[in-house]
């Protein structure tokens, strides 16, 4: 089984603009399409207000991302492994 790598930081990827949308959908459990659909549609009508508030709630999630980071499954201990003894000559091993 491939060892799976974190997640890249919101600002380093390739595929957002600051990661605002990302961001406000992993803290508030909105869709990110959903949000990129009306920043999209607002756009038209009044493209300067949605760009401050664009770069204003990506503040905001800066800020939060700052204040309170998330626990990184990578620094994280790893689990407890018991043996449990079978009929053959395998262990069947689990995670406790």
């Keep these: 089984m491939p060892a799976k ?3 890249p930081n919101l600002l380093v990827r ?3 603009i600051l990661g605002v949308c990302e961001g406000l959908s992993e803290d508030f459990g909105i869709p990110a399409n959903l949000l990129r659909i009306l920043f999209a549609g607002s756009f038209y009508f009044a493209p ?3 760009v401050g508030t664009y770069l204003g709630l990506g503040a905001a999630v800066l800020v939060s991302r700052l204040a309170f980071p998330k626990a990184s499954p990578v620094n994280s201990a790893p689990a407890k492994v018991e043996s449990l003894p079978t009929n053959g ?3 069947l091993k689990i995670a406790a």
Aim: net charge negative.
């Design 48 to 50: 300067w207000l949605v």
């Design 89 to 91: 000559d395998e262990e």
């Design 5 to 7: 790598h974190a997640k």
């Design 14 to 16: 390739n595929d957002t």
